[in-house]
Structure formats: C-alpha cells, structure tokens
Nanobody, 125 residues
Framework: VQLQASGGGLVQAGGSRRLSCSAS????????VAWFRQAPDKEREFVSA????????YYSDFAKGRFTISRDNDKKTVDLQMNSLQPEDTAVYYC???????????????????WGQGTKVTVSS
C-alpha cells in the first residue's frame, strides 16, 4: 500500500487542524493505520492508530481528548482531527500502516512497514 499524508500547515495555538492519509492499493481494510509525529530534535512518537476490521482506536496520552482518528475504508482514508493545538504539537506528522498488525504493536513505528511522506504542522503561540 502507498500512503500520502496531507493537511499540514500553520495554525494558531488553540486552533484545529485535520490531517488526512490517503492510501492506494488493495485490501486497505486489512491495515492498521497510525499517525506518528516527529518534532525538531526529538524522536518520532506515536500519536494515534485505528485498527483494521472493527476500527478500534488508540491514542497517546497527549492526544486523548484533543485528537480524533477516523477511517473510511471505501475512500481508503484515515483522518486525524486535531483540536486545541499547542506549540508543543508542532511536528512533522506521518501516517503509517501495517497489515493485520497485532494490538501490542500499533504504537511502535518499526512494526509499520508502509509510510507516507509526512506533513508539517506548525502551531504558533
């Protein structure tokens, strides 16, 4: 599967941004899709994921209550709605996917073998 992330840009603190991950290829509904982010001079970290099949969702602690992940298998997209953004949310956001990924690994980047190119989100104070 090939992934393309979009929707990044500049947003003021307290604002919202919606990222989208578009996929091409077969059997999209068999993939767990996740969002990761990498801030300048920091390691990449898990943001959120949505499981294949029933679409169970997972969030990092900093994303809970502010971010919402959703998927549309017909359109082959996974969106990340981000609200109440803060300057510390500034990062390049990547979508990633893995087929039939075990629940234990949704938050570990090395288990996702397909990656989009990243989209940059800058939150100004």
């Amino acid at each position: 599967v090939q992934l393309q992330a979009s929707g990044g840009g500049l947003v003021q603190a307290g604002g919202s941004r919606r990222l989208s991950c578009s996929a091409s290829g077969r059997a999209f509904n068999s993939y767990t899709v996740a969002w990761f982010r990498q801030a300048p001079d920091k390691e990449r970290e898990f943001v959120s994921a949505v499981k294949y099949g029933i679409g169970t969702t997972y969030y990092s602690d900093f994303a809970k209550g502010r971010f919402t992940i959703s998927r549309d298998n017909d359109k082959k997209t996974v969106d990340l709605q981000m609200n109440s953004l803060q300057p510390e949310d500034t990062a390049v956001y990547y979508c990633a996917a893995a087929s039939f990924l075990h629940d234990d690994y949704y938050g570990t980047d090395r288990y996702h073998n397909f990656w989009g190119q990243g989209t940059k989100v800058t939150v100004s104070s």
